[in-house]
């Protein structure tokens, strides 16, 4: 009988010290992109990142599996029963195995597991991003941080206590959907996420440079602007939050594919929120400086891992509580950096603004370039920033 996690425990311990710092530096990449693109581009500020990213592995282990069981039961394989809140825990671990060797020999039945997967969960990521924006997306960028973080709370709590979703506390394991590949599955997931974090960066790029895109900006500079000129501000904003939850999802499913285990403390709101939001102000919100920054935070979790008993030998400090701890105090003098360059750059755009230096309407260039492409959210070409329409503009 296949276990359920045989692809984690074959490689050595080296190895699979790598590989888990790339994976995480693709999930993490994929999130912070994500939350970059909403910040940059349309100026929300998402704080609740973590549930789009749960909604990922939710769609694993609360569709995805039943669905693997059922196909399997229905090829007459006899599973344990799983329909009750009991079975679905406590069975859960044989009936995996059972659904492996099931899937093993149906590589087409897996690869269409893994693509109705992703389609999946970017659908719902999408839904409880725009849910939880929703109370205060026509409010100030204030009042969105709240809402989300507090909702991001309650989500987590929900996840807990509905045992369908991924069984409460004690969570489930979830078929593997390689099971059909002889070889390490571990190099497999990594090849996906990484092929995956290209996507999204193309994605990105290119409703950054579309009408969309150019509208978006124009809302982040001057929302009463855009307003007044008829342009929709609360639908910009969700449309933008929708895109990138819906990314942040795919990094949830492939975080469950990679660790076959899905459990409701996996989706934490320190490591999923507050380390994508470290990355963006290190990394300045660039899509350079994002995944700079996130190589830079990844390092800087792996130091503390492989070196944690020299840690302790030194300075006597809970290693547990670390990690927590320089997040605190990176995050802190990080806004303290950026909120002083950020007051010398406003300083120096006021002075060039008063001598005639300044341009005094960036989000009217912006929405009569939107214009000038047809004005609605379809696709169109790539248009720099700066760059004029026929009119001049």
Not at 33 to 61: H, K, N
Request: charged residues 15%; glycine residues 10%.
């Amino acid at each position: 009988m296949m276990e359920p996690l045989s692809g984690l425990v074959s490689m050595s311990q080296q190895t699979r010290f790598l590989v888990d710092a790339a994976v995480y530096y693709g999930l993490v990449a994929i999130v912070a992109l994500s939350l970059g693109f909403m910040y940059r581009r349309a100026g929300v500020p998402f704080l609740g990142s973590s549930v789009p990213f749960m909604a990922g592995g939710y769609t694993v282990s609360a569709v995805s599996a039943r669905l693997a069981f059922a196909a399997a039961r229905a090829a007459g394989v006899e599973l344990l029963p799983y329909a009750s809140e009991s079975g679905w825990v406590y069975n859960n671990e044989q009936n995996v195995a059972l659904a492996n060797e099931f899937l093993a020999s149906r590589p087409l039945l897996c690869l269409g597991f893994i693509f109705f997967t992703l389609a999946a969960s970017f659908v719902f990521g999408a839904a409880l991003g725009w849910l939880i924006t929703k109370p205060a997306i026509r409010l100030g960028p204030v009042y969105i941080m709240i809402a989300t973080l507090t909702l991001t709370d309650l989500a987590g709590f929900i996840g807990r206590v509905l045992v369908p979703l991924s069984g409460g506390g004690l969570g489930v394991y979830v078929p593997d959907f390689l099971a059909f590949y002889s070889g390490e599955t571990s190099f497999v997931v990594l090849a996906l996420v990484l092929l995956t974090l290209l996507c999204v960066f193309l994605a990105l790029r290119a409703v950054e440079g579309s009408p969309f895109g150019l509208l978006a900006r124009a809302v982040r500079d001057d929302e009463l602007a855009a307003a007044s000129l008829g342009k929709d501000v609360v639908r910009v904003r969700e449309t933008a939050v929708m895109i990138g939850s819906g990314f942040m999802a795919l990094a949830g499913v492939l975080y469950s594919f990679y660790f076959l285990f899905v459990a409701p403390c996996s989706f934490s709101t320190p490591y999923w929120v507050f380390w994508p939001l470290l990355v963006i102000i290190v990394g300045g919100g660039g899509v350079a400086g994002t995944l700079l920054g996130v190589a830079a935070v990844e390092a800087l979790r792996r130091a503390i891992m492989a070196y944690r008993h020299h840690v302790i030998e030194a300075i006597f400090f809970p290693v547990a509580y670390l990690e927590a701890t320089l997040l605190s105090v990176l995050m802190i003098v990080f806004l303290f950096l950026r909120l002083r360059l950020s007051g010398a750059v406003f300083s120096a755009s006021s002075r060039a603004s008063a001598h005639g230096e300044g341009d005094a309407q960036p989000a009217r260039r912006l929405i009569a370039a939107y214009e000038g492409l047809g004005g609605g959210f379809e696709g169109g070409r790539r248009v720099p920033e700066g760059e004029e329409n026929s009119n001049g503009v």
